[in-house]
């Protein structure tokens, strides 16, 4: 079975730009969450989809926003990107949702110059 | 809030033992999970403790205490491909319907030969 994978791997934008980040589950998975991991804050939590509706959302900004399609895949976006923005964004998939058991796909490099 | 303590390092020498402590801070709990994250690359799931005491997978086990909210990682016979960052994760009750995964800031393994 194929792992989660997420698209593209590594991005540059300056600030003020949008960016799209998409990530593809595991075929079966309908749980999708999205992190941002940064060396000062390590692994922290954006927002979970599940059957297309969000189910949780962290401590983020509404710039962070997401949605997800009924195939399971998901996308993020960050609107008006700033310098911290700068990070590696991970998607992770599972089953269901509440589930401990997270399957990470590589994640998405972003660098905001 | 929920929050999680690790050391930030820690370091060995191939064939030792080494246990890495989580001690966490959560309005409610459901268990404690581990993912293993080498540099460059994606978190992984190592365990998930929901009861007290030990669990053992391979060289890797994993251990609960409910009423000290201390939980810790025991890797054995450590090998160099252990090197890596690990991370404990509790998940966060305090809203939503499930709740969200918040995990450590990460305890960076150095293996020496």
């Known amino acids: 079975k194929a792992g989660v994978t997420q698209t593209p791997r590594y991005l540059i934008k300056t600030r003020g730009q949008q960016v799209t980040l998409s990530c593809s589950p595991i075929?079966?998975?309908?749980?999708v969450s999205w992190y941002q991991q940064t060396p000062g804050q390590g692994l922290q939590f954006l927002f979970e989809?599940?059957?297309?509706?969000?189910?949780n959302k962290g401590n983020f900004p509404g710039r962070f926003s997401g949605r997800q399609f009924s195939n399971s895949r998901s996308e993020m976006n960050v609107s008006t990107l700033e310098l911290g923005d700068s990070a590696l964004y991970l998607c992770a998939s599972s089953p269901v949702t509440g589930e401990e058991t997270q399957y990470f796909g590589p994640g998405t490099r972003l660098l905001v110059l | 809030g929920q929050s999680l303590e690790q050391p930030s390092e820690v370091t060995a020498v191939e064939g030792a033992i080494v246990q890495i402590n989580c001690t966490y801070q959560?309005?409610?709990?459901?268990?404690l999970s581990w993912y293993q994250q080498h540099d460059g690359g994606a978190p992984t799931f190592l365990s998930y403790?929901?009861?007290?005491g030990l669990e053992e997978t391979g060289r890797f086990s994993s251990f609960l205490s409910r009423s000290d909210s201390y939980g810790y990682l025991l890797l054995q016979e450590l090998q160099m491909k252990d090197s890596a960052s690990y991370f404990c994760?509790?998940?966060?009750?305090?809203?939503?319907?499930?709740?969200?995964?918040?995990f450590g800031k990460g305890t960076k393994l150095s293996v020496k030969p």
């Open positions: 994760a509790v998940r966060d009750l305090g809203g939503g319907s499930q709740g969200n995964l918040i």
């Open positions: 403790n929901a009861l007290d």
């Open positions: 075929s079966g998975h309908r749980s």
């Open positions: 959560t309005s409610g709990f459901y268990g």
């Open positions: 989809y599940f059957s297309e509706t969000q189910r």
